[in-house]
């Protein structure tokens, strides 16, 4: 089911300054995440997932 509406980028959609704090709040999300954990980033685990 298509709505007729060409696929943008979020950056197109979106107020720079939108993404980048979206984008920002992700990263912090995942630092909290790894300190209260307390256990140390894994790229092979993030590419897998």
Known sequence: ??????????????????VVVALANKLARIAWALMLRETLFSTKRAVSA
């Not at 089911?1 to 939108?18: A, D």
């Open 1 to 18: 089911m298509t709505t007729g509406m060409p696929k943008r980028s979020p950056r197109r959609r979106c107020h720079p300054n939108t």
